[in-house]
């Protein structure tokens, strides 16, 4: 499967703890996206690397967020200390030039 | 107001029909315009990718874009249950940035 791949599939969490979700794109593909999504809403962008620079992140991305993407491959995002409010399902897509193409996301529940 | 507002649904249609899925827009700075598929709990599939105003077809889907109303549509010709699914519109202003989403349409097509 040559599809963008995402890890954890799920994580539940207590509140307060850090996770870390990783992202493997589209081998190809040198645009790498995150976004977040909550039930009945569309994804909300968080933001986006082309290679390994990050070229622009959402005001959503408070201090408690960090996102890198070293080699300008695989890419990680991590919550620290999270809160009820970041359970969401937390999206990843790689693009070529037309298009974004998502993975099946991490769903996160912070208990 | 949001920028992307996509008619809210849900929408129930008979086998055979002809569906139409809308959204409005605010930012004229969007030229590309893109339409997912999103099954329950994963992530959005790329459907179709239109530049500009025009029809763009695909199969049984048609892609119409208005960029003086500031309307996009997605129609689906003899629509089947197998096109049960929750459609969302996305709009970026360059194809490299960021994407910004509708809350999305859930379809059900009964046979």
């Known amino acids: 499967d040559t599809g963008v791949s995402q890890n954890p599939r799920h994580k539940i969490t207590k509140r307060g703890q850090n996770v870390t979700f990783r992202c493997d794109p589209i081998?190809?593909?040198?645009?790498l996206y995150w976004y977040r999504q909550t039930l009945g809403q569309g994804p909300e962008f968080l933001t986006y690397?082309?290679?390994?620079?990050?070229?622009?992140k959402s005001r959503l991305l408070s201090d408690r967020f960090s996102a890198e993407r070293p080699k300008g491959s695989f890419s990680t995002l991590e919550i620290q200390r999270t809160e009820q409010g970041d359970s969401a399902m937390y999206l990843c897509?790689?693009?070529?030039?037309?298009?974004?193409?998502f993975g099946p996301g991490t769903r996160l529940t912070v208990l | 107001q949001k920028e992307v507002e996509q008619d809210p649904g849900p929408l129930s249609v008979p086998e055979g029909a002809i569906v139409s899925l809308n959204c409005t827009y605010s930012?004229?700075?969007?030229?590309?315009f893109m339409w997912y598929r999103q099954y329950s709990r994963k992530g959005p599939e790329l459907l179709m990718y239109?530049?500009?105003?025009g029809n763009k077809e695909d199969g049984r889907f048609t892609a119409q874009v208005d960029k003086s109303s500031k309307y996009i549509s997605l129609f689906i010709r003899d629509s089947q249950p197998s096109d049960s699914a929750t459609y969302v519109c996305?709009?970026?202003?360059?194809?490299?940035?960021?994407?910004?989403f509708g809350d999305g349409t859930t379809l059900t097509v009964k046979p």
């Open positions: 239109t530049y500009s105003s």
């Open positions: 690397f082309q290679n390994e620079a990050q070229l622009e």
């Open positions: 081998s190809e593909h040198n645009r």
């Open positions: 930012n004229s700075a969007f030229q590309y």
């Open positions: 897509a790689s693009s070529p030039m037309d298009g974004q193409f």
């Open positions: 996305a709009m970026t202003n360059h194809n490299a940035g960021k994407s910004t």
